[in-house]
């Protein structure tokens, strides 16, 4: 699929707020394999935490799109020698067909320009199936455990008291880059 890249506006936010709910929460997620649904209710993102992504100096949410249509996006953060990788959604009914590992690919390329030694993410570490996503392009587990903030409805309304996030880690100059 031909994919053209941008770095998000103020006027992208109500499209990238809804694509990333679409990815992640309720009915319309279970469509693809991202969904959180199971263990997470409530809201993945809001407005005022995009508007800061994109406003905050050493951040941007990289847009993909065909056709003008919104298809995937992420955010990067240069965080000193790494690069933080997060919000990566791609819409449910289009999971599968090669389009995030192209935004990947792109985000990857963007933290090397920053002159980035590695990609770091977080990620449930109850989330198996996008771990081995994760690790079949060269990311590691740290073994380096976050807890989930619990009791803070901007990232979700837990249906279970096990979660907690993983570091997940990537050599841009190594074997695995």
């Known amino acids: 699929m031909d994919l053209h890249f941008r770095t998000a506006v103020a006027a992208d936010i109500p499209a990238i707020v809804a694509l990333v709910e679409s990815a992640y929460r309720g009915e319309v997620s ?22 800061a992504d994109i406003g905050k100096p050493g951040s941007v949410i990289v847009l ?3 056709a003008g249509q919104l298809l995937a996006c992420c955010h990067l953060e240069k965080t000193g020698a790494a690069c933080y990788f997060g919000m990566f959604s791609v819409a449910p009914h289009l ?12 985000a990857e390329r963007v933290a090397r320009a920053w002159q980035c030694a590695a990609m770091e993410m977080t990620v449930i570490d109850i989330r198996d199936e996008l771990i081995a996503f994760y690790e079949r392009r060269g990311y590691v587990r740290t073994g380096i ?10 990232f979700g309304l837990p249906r279970r008291a ?13 074997e695995n880059a």
């Open 64 to 66: 993909a799109e065909q």
């Open 145 to 154: 455990k976050k807890p989930f903030p619990y009791g803070d409805a901007r």
């Open 162 to 174: 096990d979660l907690r996030f993983e570091i997940l880690r990537k050599d841009l100059h190594g």
């Open 95 to 106: 999971q599968g067909g090669g389009i995030g590992k192209q935004l990947m690919q792109e």
């Open 30 to 51: 279970r469509a693809g394999w991202t969904t959180e649904a199971d263990f997470l209710d409530g809201q993945r993102i809001d407005a005022e935490g995009v508007a």
